[in-house]
């Protein structure tokens, strides 16, 4: 693959084994190239600046300068630049702190390097991606204060939703369940490229841009019960 068309990442973890193990399975993916490695947010904040990839892969507690700052200039200083937390902290000041500074996705390092990979692909695309606790999470904070409002009718100057066919309904409560693409074309025996269409055409309805939004509008509306 031609290096331009490649995704671009740069690597944040204090731990040395962690930090290279990760390198080494980037860098065998054919449309990956790692451009570096930090040890620590100030470490990654300066090689952002200078290097300006496409996504930094983000631990949150780390010395010098932790993750939340880090991702917080990151996304300040180099526009085009989007950061996924890899962390083990799943708390509740760790993910919305993360999130307000400006990641684009929370993973927890227990997703495995297929999980890494999946969502470094869709972080790039411009979705948000987020580990299932840790989208639940979210879900259940929205759930607690927000008011369940009907789908047959919107409120203020939000575009109505169009009806989602049973197949599209199936996935989105596939996708509420935090299942990957993949996952889904596994569990209903269709293709990735197939279960992609069907998410492109669900955003579509809700006219949300990512599935995180989807999943957040679906549950709003009562089109999805997790």
Request: glycine share 6%; aromatic share 4%.
């Amino acid at each position: 693959m031609d290096v331009s068309q490649k995704i671009r990442l740069l690597i944040t973890d204090d731990q040395e084994v962690l930090r290279e193990g990760l390198r080494i399975v980037l860098e065998s993916i054919d449309d990956f190239q790692v451009l570096g490695t930090a040890r620590d947010g100030a470490e990654a904040v300066r090689m952002a600046l200078d290097l300006r990839p496409d996504i930094v892969l983000m631990d949150l507690k780390m010395p010098i300068l932790g993750g939340v700052e880090a991702t917080r200039q990151i996304t300040t200083q180099c526009h085009g630049t989007q950061v996924l937390i890899l962390t083990t902290y799943d708390t509740d000041d760790w993910v919305y702190e993360a999130l307000r500074a400006g990641a684009q996705g929370y993973l927890l390092k227990e997703s495995g390097s297929a999980g890494v990979i999946e969502s470094i692909r869709a972080v790039h695309r411009g979705e948000s991606q987020f580990d299932p606790a840790i989208a639940r999470k979210l879900l259940n904070a929205f759930r607690s204060t927000a008011t369940p409002i009907k789908h047959e009718s919107m409120a203020g100057d939000e575009p109505p939703i169009e009806p989602l066919t049973e197949r599209e309904t199936q996935i989105l409560t596939l996708i509420a369940d935090g299942l990957a693409n993949k996952d889904i074309a596994i569990k209903l025996f269709l293709t990735e490229g197939t279960v992609r269409n069907y998410s492109s055409t669900i955003l579509a309805k809700l006219h949300v841009l990512d599935r995180t939004q989807a999943v957040v509008k679906a549950v709003r509306h009562g089109l999805v019960k997790l």
